[in-house]
């Protein structure tokens, strides 16, 4: 049995990929009135779909092996938007958590940025707290600065669903999160040149 969670693949790019959060909200709509109520669950998952290129044997069978080891859905793998694996921001060398943080929390002071220095990280960078399979994936929803001892608060999204403590490291290139597969089945096409085609869809696995 492999050691989850398992690395994609890389050597084929994705060709074109979806990412998003999956999210549960309670509405009610009054039938009298339209007035509406809203309650937000906790569930946030990422979720993704990606579409591999055209390509040959060689090439294929790197995915496919990996596509069998997940075992369907039992497995696990590390995977991110791959079109966002850098910051937009400025930020750089070592980041660490600044205190501690509770399940739940949207907005994490860090330290270790250059002193006073303006969009440290910006809108839509993605951070990734935890490695292996303990590795979660949140997205950064306001552009931050940091003071004049390299200190910030870094508003994110989704809320914290495990506590942060103290000096914790701060990912925030290549960033991931464990995913399995949407199904237990999974396939690949071949056409008549020979060449296979693959696609599959995942959701964060917690």
């Given at each position: 049995m492999p050691s989850y969670p398992l690395t994609?693949?890389?050597?084929?790019?994705?060709?074109?990929?979806?990412?998003?959060?999956?999210?549960?909200?309670?509405?009610?709509?009054?039938?009298?009135?339209?007035?509406?109520?809203?309650?937000?669950?906790?569930?946030?998952?990422?979720?993704?779909?990606?579409?591999?290129?055209l390509m040959n044997r060689q090439r294929a069978s790197e995915w496919m092996s990996f596509l069998s080891e997940l075992?369907?859905?039992?497995?696990?793998?590390?995977?991110?938007?791959?079109?966002?694996?850098?910051?937009?921001?400025?930020?750089?060398?070592?980041?660490?958590?600044?205190?501690?943080?509770?399940?739940?929390?949207?907005?994490?002071?860090?330290?270790?940025?250059?002193?006073?220095?303006?969009?440290?990280?910006?809108?839509?960078?993605?951070?990734?707290f935890g490695s292996g399979s303990s590795s979660k994936l949140h997205i950064v929803t306001a552009n931050a600065n940091s003071n004049a001892s390299g200190q910030s608060n870094i508003e994110i999204q989704p809320p914290l669903k495990t506590a942060l403590s103290d000096n914790s490291s701060v990912t925030y290139t290549n960033t991931k999160a464990v995913f399995r597969l949407d199904e237990n089945n999974v396939n690949w096409q071949a056409n008549e040149t020979g060449l296979f085609s693959i696609s599959f869809s995942c959701t964060e696995s917690i």
């Amino acid at each position: 049995m492999p050691s989850y969670p398992l690395t994609m693949p890389t050597n084929v790019g994705i060709k074109t990929s979806e990412f998003g959060l999956v999210r549960s909200v309670g509405l009610t709509v009054s039938p009298f009135t339209g007035q509406q109520q809203t309650y937000i669950n906790s569930l946030a998952l990422w979720r993704a779909v990606y579409n591999l290129p055209l390509m040959n044997r060689q090439r294929a069978s790197e995915w496919m092996s990996f596509l069998s080891e997940l075992n369907g859905r039992y497995g696990t793998f590390l995977a991110g938007d791959q079109d966002c694996k850098t910051i937009q921001g400025v930020a750089s060398g070592t980041i660490l958590v600044n205190g501690q943080h509770s399940i739940g929390a949207t907005s994490i002071a860090m330290d270790g940025f250059a002193l006073s220095t303006n969009n440290v990280f910006k809108k839509g960078d993605y951070l990734q707290f935890g490695s292996g399979s303990s590795s979660k994936l949140h997205i950064v929803t306001a552009n931050a600065n940091s003071n004049a001892s390299g200190q910030s608060n870094i508003e994110i999204q989704p809320p914290l669903k495990t506590a942060l403590s103290d000096n914790s490291s701060v990912t925030y290139t290549n960033t991931k999160a464990v995913f399995r597969l949407d199904e237990n089945n999974v396939n690949w096409q071949a056409n008549e040149t020979g060449l296979f085609s693959i696609s599959f869809s995942c959701t964060e696995s917690i």
